[in-house]
């Protein structure tokens, strides 16, 4: 995860792919940079969040969140290792 924040720290902070259009159904089309760039391929699971603040979703991968999750826990069960330890 580490190595993941320093490359993203590298890179050019891009964000935007251009606007869509909601369909009658609701649908979208992912445009194809975003696609390309985030490694979105058909199939994929995706997780879509109402964004916290504004009027908005935010969607990820769901393997990448599980990858987040995974890091946070490791990260979580270290801290409770060393508070442990220095309480002995």
Do not use: W
């Amino acid at each position: 995860m580490k190595n993941m924040l320093e490359d993203a720290k590298l890179k050019k902070c891009e964000v935007f792919y251009g606007s869509v259009t909601v369909g009658e159904r609701g649908q979208v089309v992912i445009p194809a940079e975003a696609r390309a760039e985030l490694g979105f391929e058909p199939g994929d699971k995706l997780l879509v969040m109402k964004h916290p603040l504004y009027d908005g979703i935010v969607m990820f991968k769901i393997d990448a969140v599980r990858e987040f999750l995974d890091h946070f826990q490791a990260g979580l069960q270290a801290i409770e290792r060393k508070e442990t330890e220095a309480g002995s």
